[in-house]
């Protein structure tokens, strides 16, 4: 099976920072990745989909890149809604891994 | 507006059942891949199982597989998820997801609030 690794898996930063999450793969995954947002105690939010596309409503700020085995997820400029846990997910199989996970907590 | 509300948690002993009801509305169910995921407390997301528009072809990850059964009842707009011979490690808020993007090998665009379920003795 595919696995999902992420790095880092905390991040310290403030507010205006730019923030560049990676993503993962042992083999390819072509596009086929998501990043969600989770913030304590809620269910995640859909934020990139096919590794680069805007979900809907999410702010431009958030931006995605990469395919095959490498991915980021890169915020331009951190605001004080964006510290949560982020998460990767590949959909290429029948088996459906998310990457641990990237908390982004306030240096 | 899309809304998912998953209830049937709860605390049960180890080797006890459990079935979990997720609750659609706001958009054409029976059009739309359902998955189950879960959240074990302080730890990362979990892929648990999705069934296919129709209800023909479920899928499970491996440390479910022979133990949870999901499925739905499109006239009612509602998904389940049969949890039998439950552990300790199943402990964990469980979502349920409307997915897209393929016919089972999905992203998820909506979730639920969750509902927990505690496996102890």
């Known amino acids: 099976d595919i696995q999902m690794t992420q790095s880092p898996s905390t991040l310290s930063a403030s507010v205006g920072d730019r923030l560049t999450i990676t993503c993962r793969a042992t083999q390819s995954i072509s596009s086929r990745l998501a990043w969600y947002q989770q913030k304590p105690g809620k269910a995640p939010k859909l934020l990139i989909y096919q590794a680069s596309s805007l979900e809907s409503g999410v702010p431009s700020r958030f931006s995605g890149s990469g395919s095959g085995t490498e991915f980021t997820l890169t915020i331009s400029s951190l605001q004080p809604d964006d510290f949560a846990t982020y998460y990767c997910q590949h959909y290429n199989s029948y088996s459906l891994p998310f990457g641990g996970g990237t908390r982004v907590e306030i240096k | 507006q899309v809304q998912l509300v998953e209830s049937g948690g709860g605390v049960v002993q180890p080797g006890r059942s459990l079935r979990l009801s997720c609750a659609a509305s706001?958009?054409?169910?029976?059009?739309?891949?359902m998955h189950w995921v879960r959240q074990a407390p302080g730890k990362g997301l979990e892929w648990v199982a999705v069934i296919s528009y129709d209800g023909s072809d479920p899928y499970y990850a491996d440390s479910v597989k022979g133990r949870f059964t999901i499925s739905r009842d499109n006239s009612k707009n509602t998904l389940y998820l049969q949890m039998n011979r439950l552990r300790t490690e199943d402990t964990a808020v469980y979502y349920c997801?409307?997915?897209?993007?393929?016919?089972?090998?999905?992203?998820?665009?909506?979730w639920g609030q969750g509902t927990l379920v505690t496996v102890s003795s």
């Open positions: 997801a409307r997915g897209i993007g393929g016919y089972v090998s999905n992203y998820f665009d909506y």
């Open positions: 706001g958009f054409t169910f029976s059009s739309y891949t």
